[in-house]
């Protein structure tokens, strides 16, 4: 147990130098947007302790170093290294990793109270495990939500845009009917705008025609639903026998208050 405290405290402490360290590098290039994402990463690290103090449970070690280790890949090295550039399927870890967390978190706030003594009815494992998966899904695309305000307000590209090969759209129907007009095998894009003197210019896009982030949205759902399963049938079978499936337990807050006590499996 002591082994266990000291090696997540090391974690702890080794993520915020790294972090510190990294602000101080960027303050020296002044790259001051850099600076913000390290302060609020420093930031998002007192959210496991200050939820647990606020809401009166104890996170599991285990639960509270996945949170601190997801905060540091998607801001430190997802943002200022350029990991979701740089390597592949970052983004698409990241949101799955947040799917299986999320319905950890839902599935535990419905536990906590199915545990309550005051209760006089018991809510079944399936039912449990359900919200748990709606809370999941209903954060995921929440994100989605801001990361399209984002780009549509402050002109970022969180929805991450991409190169394909192959529309299919109504909108090129030339008598306007709703019948799909498959463009395949497309070699090269050219844009036509205008700058702000007025002069046209052109933009070449290689390769093929630029999807302005739908791929990324959906891809980043279907990989938080398959996050959110996973943690689902944990949890199902670890409602159903506490002891014997503790895997998901390594992932549940646990209430300080003697009125939740733990259900055993019958």
Known sequence: MIKKKKFHLSIYFLLRFIVVVTMIRQIMIQNWSSVFICI?????????????????????????????LFIFAAEILGEIMNF??????????LHTVNGFLA??????????????????FKLSPLF??????CFSMTIGVMWEFIEFGADQILNLDMQKDRVVQKISTVEL???????????DNIKRTEIYSLDESGQEIMTTIDGGYLDVGVIDTMKDLIVNFIGAIIFSVFG?????????????????PIKNDPVFIEEKSE
Do not use: C
Not at 103 to 120: C, E, H, M, P, Y
Not at 128 to 133: A, C, R, S, W
Not at 173 to 183: A, K, T
């Open 40 to 68: 609020l990463t420093l930031i998002l690290f007192f959210i496991p302790s200050i939820f647990e103090r606020r809401m009166g449970i104890t996170l599991p070690k285990v639960l509270e170093a996945i949170i601190l």
């Open 84 to 93: 979701y550039g740089t390597v592949p399927h970052w983004d698409t870890m």
């Open 103 to 120: 319905a950890a978190i839902g599935f535990s706030l419905v536990d906590i109270l199915n545990q309550n003594k005051r209760f006089t």
């Open 128 to 133: 449990v495990v359900l919200v748990g998966f």
């Open 173 to 183: 129907e030339p008598e306007g009917r709703n019948i799909p007009v498959v463009v």
């Open 236 to 252: 199902f079978f670890y409602l159903k026998n506490r002891e014997k499936y503790k895997f998901a337990g390594k992932f549940i």
